[in-house]
Structure formats: structure tokens, C-alpha cells
């Protein structure tokens, strides 16, 4: 039997059909799987078996997504042998268009009642699913593996998700969950909120947030990565915090009209001794120092914030260009999950 949800009121909102919450301790849903992968020939012929096999055992009809985000090893290679037999299907990027991109590729294609995101590199223990699944049985629509720990990682990047979250803590109206990864079960409707968001510079433990719905959260520890580097460093992880903070936070812009308020305010107090000086206490001319010191000091300030505009605007360019998040070069495999209805039928 189908169902469908309660009006999703996005023009753009994909087709939905999904399980009330009431009806799920019984239900069978169809299950989908997506994975990001760059570069990860070595591991996905580890997680794939163990996954599949998972699946087999969980759902009647279950797809696993593979986005491969213009990989430059064997990563196609080594998917290749699952392609043959309906479950697995591989959309192939154009080229590498990043995380958050690849996770949208594989949401906009996914098809199944439910909807697992995971990495492809075995720190998501695949045994969390049934869990998962559980925790959706009962009622949840969403549910979202938060580490325990992040011991395995190196110090600054502790120190940075630390420093992030607690930014985002106090900048953002939404509640984002710190430490929470992209590892999560959702239910059709939290995809479909998700993928009708037009936006193009995604930042996706925001979106996560943003749209809502019963969400829960469930601990566990990450393995180390089985085979490989990490592909998030200083640089990478710098660029997604910006991105997380703009997308999310208008508080480096209060910040600084706040702070050139301040200044403003300081430098009319000073302008006004200055000119009380002159008049009372004789022509006194030092001071040059004050005025070197006091230049520096409010250029570096008015770059800085002029640099936060920029970020800000930045964004504002990515969008409207309107470009596409990604493209797919090549869609291989297919899948035995059916067609959803289109709402309108
Ligand atoms: N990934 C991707 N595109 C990228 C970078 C990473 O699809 O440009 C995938 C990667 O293959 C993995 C997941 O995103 O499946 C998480 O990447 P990684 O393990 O490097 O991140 P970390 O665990 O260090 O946060
Ligand atoms: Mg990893």
C-alpha cells in the first residue's frame, strides 16, 4: 500500500510517497543507501559486501547509491562488479564536486522509504543500521549518528569543530547538532524537504537541521578510516566552516556593525578632546604616534570587515548564478525500487 504525506508546500518538492509514522512498526519499507565516494577503490570492495548482505537481510527492495565524485583511482573499477545485479547504482560526476554535493546527487536519485547516508570509508559501522531503522519504526524521522569522541582525529581538527560548533551555537537561530555527522537514517519526507531546498552552496548538517521534523540522535564511536587519507583538511574543513557560518549566521555582520559602532563612537569622544585640547590647553602637536597607531588599528579592522562582506557576498554570487550543484556524467546499474507516483496522481 501507498501512501503519501501532507502537502510539502515546495513548488519544487519531488513526488512523495511514504509510511505514516502510525503505520511504520509493521511496515516494510523500501530501503536506499547513499554513499559519497572520492577516491575509494580501496575501501568500498570492503563495505559494499558487508552492506549488501545487511541490506538482503533488512528490506525486500533496497538500492545502494554510489555518487562517485570524480574519483581518480579505481574507485568505477571497483564498483563495476556490483553494477550486474539490480541494487547497486552508480552515478558518476562529471568531476569532483565536493562532499555536500555528491550526498545532493545521491538524495535527488534515491527512491527508497527510507534513505541512509553514509561514508564510504568504513567509519560508519554498517551494524548502526538496523538500529536506525528501529528508531524510524517507532516513530522517528530522522535519525543521526553522533560521535562519541573524536580522539582519532588530530588536534586542530578537535579544536576547530569545537570552536565551529560553538560559533554556530550562538550565531544561529537553528539548533545544529555539534559533532553530528552525515552519517543518518531519513524517512522520504526529511529527503524530500531536503532536496526541494533551491539552494546551491550547501552546508548539510545545516540543512539537516533546518528542516525540522522528529529527528534522534544515537552515539557511537568512529573506527579509523580502513584504507586512505582523509579528504577534509585545514583548508577544506576553513572553506565548509566559512560556508556553515554564512549559510547559517548573521552574526559576523552584527559583529561588525556592532564593533564600527564602538569605534565610531570611541573616535567622536577623541575628535571631541582633541578639538578641546587645542582651544584650552595650548598647540600642542604630539601625538603622531596616536594617529599612525590609530590609522593601522581602523584600516585592519575595515578590511577585516569589508573581508566578511565579501564572504557574504560571495554567497549571494554562487546562487544567483544558478548553476547546477552538479552533473552527472554517466548513471550505471539500476534499481529494483519502483518509480515513486508523482503527488499529483
Ligand atoms: N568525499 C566525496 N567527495 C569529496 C571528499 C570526500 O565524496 O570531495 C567522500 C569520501 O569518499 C567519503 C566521505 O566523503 O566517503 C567522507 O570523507 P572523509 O572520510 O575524507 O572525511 P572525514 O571522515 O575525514 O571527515
Ligand atoms: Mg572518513
Known amino acids: 500500500m501507498k501512501y503519501s504525506t501532507a502537502d510539502m508546500n515546495a513548488p519544487t518538492s519531488p513526488s512523495v510517497i511514504a509510511v505514516p509514522a502510525s503505520d511504520r512498526g509493521a511496515a516494510n519499507p523500501s530501503v536506499s543507501c547513499v554513499i559519497p565516494a572520492h577516491n575509494e577503490a580501496q575501501n568500498l570492495p570492503r563495505l559494499l559486501p558487508a552492506l549488501v548482505d545487511l541490506l538482503k537481510s533488512l528490506a525486500e527492495r533496497w538500492e545502494i547509491v554510489i555518487v562517485d565524485d570524480g574519483s581518480r583511482d579505481r574507485t568505477l573499477a571497483a564498483i563495476e562488479p556490483w553494477l550486474g545485479a539490480p541494487g547497486v547504482i552508480c552515478l558518476a560526476l562529471s568531476r569532483n564536486f565536493g562532499k555536500e554535493a555528491a550526498l545532493g546527487a545521491g538524495l535527488d536519485h534515491a527512491r527508497g522509504d527510507v534513505v541512509v547516508t553514509m561514508d564510504a570509508d568504513l567509519q560508519h559501522p554498517v551494524e548502526m543500521i538496523p538500529q536506525m531503522l528501529a528508531r524510524w519504526r517507532a516513530g522517528m524521522d530522522m535519525v543521526y549518528a553522533v560521535r562519541a569522541d573524536r580522539k582519532d582525529e588530530p588536534p586542530f581538527k578537535r579544536v576547530g569543530a569545537r570552536l565551529f560548533y560553538s560559533l554556530l551555537r550562538v550565531g544561529s537561530a537553528i539548533d545544529i547538532p555539534p559533532h553530528a555527522g552525515d552519517f543518518r537514517l531519513m524517512d522520504r519526507c526529511v529527503v524530500d524537504a ?3 531546498l533551491p539552494e546551491r552552496t550547501r552546508f548539510m548538517k545545516g540543512l539537516y537541521a533546518w528542516v525540522g521534523y522528529r529527528s534522534e540522535a544515537i552515539e557511537f564511536s568512529a573506527p579509523p578510516r580502513t584504507a586512505g587519507r582523509s579528504h577534509f583538511g585545514a583548508k577544506t574543513l576553513f572553506s565548509l566552516a566559512a560556508s ?4 547559517f549566521s548573521n552574526l559576523p555582520l552584527r559583529v561588525a556593525s556592532g564593533v564600527g559602532s564602538v569605534l565610531a563612537l570611541l573616535a567622536f569622544a577623541y575628535g571631541v578632546w582633541v578639538v578641546v585640547e587645542h582651544f584650552f590647553g595650548g598647540h600642542n602637536v604630539a601625538g603622531w604616534a596616536t594617529i599612525v597607531a590609530g590609522m593601522m588599528f581602523f ?6 570587515f569589508i573581508g566578511i562582506l565579501g564572504e557574504y557576498l560571495g554567497r549571494v554570487y554562487e546562487e544567483v548564478k544558478q548553476r547546477p ?9 539500476h534499481s529494483p525500487i519502483d518509480m515513486r507516483v508523482p503527488k499529483s496522481l
Open 194 to 196: 531536503i532536496c526541494s
Open 299 to 304: 584600516s585592519g579592522v575595515q578590511l577585516l
Open 244 to 247: 556553515g557560518i554564512t549559510a
Open 325 to 333: 550543484r552538479y552533473i552527472v556524467a554517466r548513471a550505471l546499474g
